[in-house]
């Protein structure tokens, strides 16, 4: 059973860093590109990253990039997102999601982590 | 504002058909395929239509996608009180290099 289990979300203030970890079960973590994706409070899903297999593919929303950074480690079947100079902006719930059939879409998401930037 | 547009609520009654349409332009769903996923509330998103209109194992029938042009459209047939969600197209954006989603469209089964 494929399973995604993402942690790292907490409080913290405007200016602060936090590291997001999504722990992958289930299938053959180093064959699949990888995505993080968030929600603000009663809002839509924003998609933020995207990182190939190997990661030679690395893509960046504009609104995060410069600020946050992906990377996975294939041995520990595990993807992260790095985030520095928080804004409140960036509260939301974090969801890892794995490219799906074509690489368009996201076929398995994690439960998500909040993480709230707040003074 | 979202690069893909949805209208913010659909309704339609018990066993009737809904349709949720998804609107971008050439450098998003003109060229790349488009998926949809469901959210109920408080769980995260799941994958209904993948490719345009393919459902992943275990989607009901009920569940179909179809594209054309820069348009695409989801379809639920025989609604049920328990399809009440959010409901989300997305897709890559070859301009942008970045995936795009709509701004999600609220069903609400009456």
Do not use: H
């Amino acid at each position: 059973e494929v399973q995604l289990v993402e942690s790292g979300g907490g409080l913290v203030k405007p200016g602060g860093s936090l590291r997001l970890s999504c722990a992958a079960s289930g299938f053959t973590f180093s064959s699949y590109g990888m995505n993080w994706v968030r929600q603000a409070p009663g809002k839509g899903l924003e998609w933020v990253s995207s990182i190939s297999s190997s990661s030679s593919y690395i893509y960046y929303a504009d609104s995060v990039k410069g600020r946050f950074t992906i990377s996975r480690d294939n041995a520990k079947n595990s993807l992260y997102l790095q985030m520095n100079s928080l804004r409140a902006e960036d509260t939301a719930v974090y969801y890892c999601a794995r490219d799906g059939y074509s690489g368009y879409d996201y076929d398995y998401w994690g439960q998500g982590t909040l993480v709230t930037v707040s003074s | 504002q979202s690069v893909l547009t949805q209208p913010p609520s659909v309704s339609a009654a018990p066993g009737q058909k809904v349709t949720i349409s998804c609107s971008g332009t050439s450098s998003n769903i003109g060229n790349n395929y488009v998926s949809w996923y469901q959210q109920l509330p408080g769980t995260a998103p799941k994958l209904l239509i993948y490719e345009n209109n393919k459902r992943p194992s275990g989607i009901p029938d009920r569940f179909s996608g179809s594209k054309s042009g820069t348009s695409a459209t989801l379809g639920i047939t025989g609604l049920q009180t328990g399809d009440e969600a959010d409901y989300y197209c997305g897709t890559w954006d070859s301009s942008l290099s970045a995936g795009v989603f709509g701004g999600g469209t609220k069903l609400t089964v009456l």
